[in-house]
């Protein structure tokens, strides 16, 4: 058995075993509905087919080209989020290529865009 321990939460005097006593255990998170469409990124119809078309016939970032710059693609983005609509999903008019750095920037934008949608600042 475990030594008792203080709680891992700043100031609670409560000895446990462990970590946090059960006022401050932290709460799982919910498993969000995007985590069950995440899974088809490593379908075959999108690793073998279509991620690579879209690379073929677009090469370079298309955000990097909008400001006159050439950097090679390495992301293939999804220019409207599908949140899980598959037609969306496999929509070639719907994929763009980008450099990881302008993906990750879109994707940081979309999410803070969302959370303050929800209230969520």
Request: charged share 35%; proline share 9%.
């Amino acid at each position: 058995m475990k030594p008792l321990r203080p709680c891992r939460h700043p100031g609670c005097p409560a000895l446990t075993r462990e970590g946090y006593c059960p006022k401050h255990k932290p709460k799982r998170a919910e498993r969000r509905a995007s985590v069950e469409y995440h899974g088809w990124y490593n379908l075959p119809v999108w690793t073998d087919d279509l991620r690579p078309a879209q690379l073929l016939r677009e090469p370079w970032c298309r955000e990097c080209a909008r400001h006159g710059v050439r950097t090679r693609a390495t992301v293939v983005d999804h220019v409207t989020p599908h949140r899980g609509d598959w037609q969306l999903f496999i929509d070639p008019a719907n994929h763009q290529s980008l450099c990881k750095r302008c993906h990750d920037r879109k994707t940081a934008r979309e999410q803070a865009e969302e959370r303050k949608k929800r209230g969520h600042f």
